[in-house]
T-cell receptor
Framework: GAVVSQHPSWVICKSGTSVKIECRSL??????MFWYRQFPKQSLMLMAT?????????EQGVEKDKFLINHASLTLSTLTVTSAHPEDSSFYIC??????????????FGPGTRLTVL | KQEVTQIPAALSVPEGENLVLNCSFT??????LQWFRQDPGKGLTSLLL?????REQTSGRLNASLDKSSGRSTLYIAASQPGDSATYLC??????????FGSGTRLSIRP
């Protein structure tokens, strides 16, 4: 198997608060995890690449100080949305790539976290 | 800029029909191509992944093809069922690390 979990599955918070989302690979190790964001009726957009033991790489236009990523172990990456605002409301999905790499380099996706900022 | 385009954006067909979903990409150095299914409010379910060295993959009633020279992939669904109703996403691995998603085709199968 290659199961990725996310916690929480949904969260509602007040504007200005911070929210942490966890992404775990349950039955494999992942040196690299990815965070995506999906707005309603739109496709997934890569936000950042999370590397175990090093700093995350952010895509252009994604504020690294607002979306803090920590990948402290081979099975866990966290995304913290700091000082969340209503425009941060979205569906956040993580993925993980197995270590060691396979020939496919396939990414395995979590079930997503629905964030609503009031 | 690398792009992935899916046409049509929405499709409605009666149950039992065979159908084809289309995906085009601009990256000639594609690494993998993957098809996903997404139900409303849910995450992604992987359907088929085709490596760049392969031309097609099959799973049950699904068959996905890859033509790098024309920059196209198709997902063929045989004998469609109402349970096949979902959004289908095409995703191109532009490198070992980066995936670019298409905007999806919303499929509705009418009983």
């Amino acid at each position: 198997g290659a199961v990725v979990s996310q916690h929480p599955s949904w969260v509602i918070c007040k504007s200005g608060t911070s929210v942490k989302i966890e992404c775990r690979s349950l039955d494999f190790q992942a040196t690299t995890m990815f965070w995506y964001r999906q707005f309603p009726k739109q496709s997934l957009m890569l936000m950042a690449t999370s590397n175990e033991g090093s700093k995350a790489t952010y895509e252009q236009g994604v504020e690294k100080d607002k979306f803090l990523i920590n990948h402290a172990s081979l099975t866990l990456s966290t995304l913290t949305v700091t000082s969340a605002h209503p425009e941060d409301s979205s569906f956040y999905i993580c993925s993980a790539r197995k270590y060691p790499l396979s020939s496919y380099n396939e990414q395995f996706f979590g079930p997503g976290t629905r964030l609503t900022v009031l | 800029k690398q792009e992935v385009t899916q046409i049509p954006a929405a499709l409605s067909v009666p149950e039992g029909e065979n159908l084809v979903l289309n995906c085009s990409f601009t990256d000639s150095a594609i690494y993998n191509l993957q098809w996903f299914r997404q139900d409303p409010g849910k995450g992604l379910t992987s359907l088929l992944l085709i490596q760049s060295s392969q031309r097609e993959q099959t799973s049950g009633r699904l068959n996905a093809s890859l033509d790098k020279s024309s920059g196209r992939s198709t997902l063929y669904i045989a004998a469609s069922q109402p349970g096949d109703s979902a959004t289908y996403l095409c995703a191109e691995y532009s490198s070992a690390s980066k995936i670019i998603f298409g905007s999806g085709t919303r499929l509705s199968i009418r009983p």
